[in-house]
């Protein structure tokens, strides 16, 4: 299965077979005070800088997120969404759990985003699958609904199973629905990984659908956490998963060592041209 996203002229296609498509997660203003600041004084200068940083590092999409306490992101996300196409072609990831933020960022945006997110909730199905519908944007769905969030993985897939069911109802194309199994801190919970990963290989096996995560979620309030990610990270790749939200100046390497490893990249091309593109 394909989903294809679009920035202005920009297309990306990401495929169930690989190879991993990184959406970029830093512009997010979680521990990141001078995001904040410069938001709130109405400047994007760093907004692009960490746009150029991300695309140089190898992000083929970025995650825009700018929540943050006090802040109308009604206003501020289709602003910045303004902003970094008029510098970048990239496809954007429209990461708020306002919905309307959401569609008032897809009226400006040109090409076809990807909206972060829709859930199992009924509300969140009812407002947001037609607006996806409306302007021909792709979703995130995550796998967590009304009764909140289980540790079961198969009650995770029947989640899943919903929201693909309700969004092809409302009109949306199988493929334009990426899932996210929900990635968790192990700090928090010993069992969060291995109910993701197995998540991530039900949803792989028997939906046969895109799938995304936070994937730096998992080390909050760790030491070391370019390890932890970078062993979640490789071993989510083997489930399925085909297009992380995570940090490009940290991950890109081992998620092309990791499709080579898996046979996606013959002659190591790919592998090879990221290595050089660093000297
Ligand atoms: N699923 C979906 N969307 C998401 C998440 C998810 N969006 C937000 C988040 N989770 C993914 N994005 C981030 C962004 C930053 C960090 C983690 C997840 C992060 N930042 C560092 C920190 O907090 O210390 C700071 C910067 C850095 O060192 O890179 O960890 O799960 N659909």
Redesign the pocket.
């Known amino acids: 299965m394909i989903t294809t996203l679009r920035g202005k002229t920009k297309e990306v296609a990401i495929s169930t077979e690989g190879p991993v498509v990184i959406i970029g997660?830093?512009i997010?203003p979680?521990?990141?005070k001078k995001l904040v600041s410069t938001l709130q004084a109405n400047n994007f200068d760093f907004v692009l800088e960490l746009a150029e940083t991300q695309i140089k590092a190898g992000a083929d999409v970025l995650?825009v997120?700018v929540g943050f306490p006090g802040v109308n992101d009604v206003k501020l996300l289709p602003e910045t969404v303004k902003v970094l196409q008029e510098h970048f072609d990239v496809p954007l990831c429209l990461?708020s759990p306002n919905p309307m933020a959401i569609e008032a960022s897809l009226k400006v945006a040109e090409g076809k985003c990807l909206i972060?997110?829709v859930n199992g909730e009924e509300k969140s199905l009812q407002t947001l699958l037609p607006v996806a519908r409306e302007y021909g944007a792709a979703i995130?769905g995550?796998c967590m609904d009304d009764d909140g969030i289980t540790h079961f993985p198969e009650k995770r897939l029947a989640i899943a199973e919903k929201i693909i069911e309700r969004a092809i109802s409302a009109g949306i194309k199988a493929e334009d629905i990426i899932i996210?199994p929900?990635?968790m801190a192990v700090s928090a919970d010993p069992q969060a990984c291995i109910v993701t990963l197995e998540t991530i290989r039900l949803i792989h096996t028997r939906l046969g659908h895109n799938i995304?995560?936070?994937?730096?979620?998992i080390?909050?309030g760790l030491p070391d956490?370019e390890s932890l990610n970078a062993s979640f990270m490789a071993v989510s790749i083997y489930n399925g998963l085909t297009c992380p939200?995570a940090?490009p100046?940290?991950i890109t390497a081992m998620v092309r060592a990791t499709d080579l490893v898996l046979g996606r990249d013959d002659f190591a091309v790919r592998f090879v041209e990221f290595f050089q593109s660093r000297q």
Request: hydrophobic residues 25%; glycine residues 4%.
């Open positions: 997660e830093s997010n979680t521990r990141r995650d997120n990461d972060n997110s995130i995550l996210d929900l990635a995304t995560q936070g994937a730096s979620n080390s909050f956490r939200i940090n100046e940290k």
